[in-house]
């Protein structure tokens, strides 16, 4: 039996976007052991996953973790985050290791001179490059989010409003060039014909508080009421779902969700936008994946990570979004009557 150790340290999107590594080689490989390595902050992103047979963590002691993975005697390391961390972690264990490509230099030449040089795929698709060594290939099953067996929600937490199908809008964002405006959400809100969850952190409350404040029937403000796996469950639900460039665009996509992706100072080009196991941003492209961004914009995209305010002062390319198409897309993707899309199902 041989061991593998897959490093991928942050963050929630990113983390999902490894998953088809992890399943095709346990699923592909069955003589080899899969272990990860992941920041604490993350374990409600792995933890449940039937692909992984151990599981490491990074609090704030990299060395510990690392005497801890030298037991191990690993034969390869998959680095899937390939930062000066991870570059401690493979010369301690000095073992093979295929690493992560991140293309800088064609990032840099997208956000600096608008020169496109990145390929059309998904950064999955980039990501299990690594493992065509070990004779894994994709099987373009998409992406994988497991929630425990009893996430804690109930039917209760939701208004009797939202029974019938909700709109789930991801209004949170690692950066604030990431996230769409409250005005914007606001016209947004009043345009979409059906029931609104407004899903974010403890952080994104007052703005959630603001938004709904427009119909409080109509729109529910969840952000900070509910865990990581509590808000990946309303996702999974969801009829509809409506985010900024975040991690649960991405468990959306893992459950198969129509998504509506809003991009501000970020890109799609980057190969960041939504999977579902095939699909690319020019070549195939995905029905229930609608892409919207500025790109009449000399300016978009100009970070691969965002930043806390737009460096132009501003931030057209969040503030000059159509919300009234945005609506239009969420009507075309809602489920006919009797339709049911996938992951939604009954809170018990």
């Known amino acids: 039996m041989q061991k ?27 003589d080899v052991e899969v272990h990860y390595l992941t920041k604490l902050a993350f374990r409600p992103v792995v933890e449940n996953s ?12 990299l060395d510990s973790v690392i ?30 290791a295929y690493s992560f490509n991140k293309l800088n230099i064609q990032k840099w030449l997208l956000t600096n001179l608008k020169v496109n040089l990145m390929p059309d795929v998904s950064i999955v698709d980039r990501y299990m490059e690594t493992v065509k060594p070990l004779r894994v290939t994709n099987d373009t099953r998409g992406l994988d989010y497991q929630l ?26 690692s950066m604030n060039t990431k996230k769409l405006p409250v005005e914007q959400w606001k016209k947004f809100c009043a345009a979409v014909p059906f029931p609104v969850m407004l899903l974010g952190g403890p952080e994104d409350r007052e703005a959630g508080n603001e938004i709904a404040a427009l119909d409080p029937i109509k729109i ?7 865990n990581l ?10 009829k509809v779902v409506v985010s900024n460039d975040t991690g649960l665009m991405h468990v959306a996509a893992a459950y198969k969700k129509p998504v509506v992706s809003l991009w501000g100072n970020t890109s799609p080009e980057m190969g960041m936008f939504p999977y579902y196991g095939y699909n690319n941003l020019k070549g195939n492209i995905s029905p229930d994946s609608v892409i919207v961004e500025n790109k009449e914009l000399r300016c978009h995209p100009c970070s691969k990570i965002g930043y806390d305010k737009c460096p132009k002062g501003h931030f057209k390319c969040m503030t000059q979004l159509d919300m009234q198409a945005v609506s239009d897309h969420v009507r075309k993707l809602w489920p006919a009557p009797g339709q049911v899309t996938n992951g939604a199902g009954t809170i018990q």
């Open 4 to 30: 593998v150790l897959i490093i991928r340290f942050s963050s929630i999107g990113d983390i999902v976007l490894t998953s088809p590594v992890v399943r095709c080689l346990k699923t592909q490989r069955p």
């Open 50 to 61: 039937p692909h992984i047979d151990q599981l490491f963590y990074l609090d704030d002691n």
């Open 67 to 96: 005497a801890e993975l030298k037991k191990e005697r690993y034969d390869y390391i998959i680095d899937l985050h390939h930062n000066l961390r991870t570059l401690r972690v493979k010369k301690a264990l000095k073992v093979k």
């Open 148 to 173: 425990p067996a009893d996430t804690g929600l109930r039917d209760s937490d939701i208004p009797m409003s939202h029974w019938g199908g909700y709109v789930a809008c991801v209004i949170g964002g």
């Open 220 to 226: 529910y403000n969840s952000c900070g009421k509910f």
């Open 229 to 238: 796996n509590e808000s990946a469950e309303l996702v999974k639900i969801a």
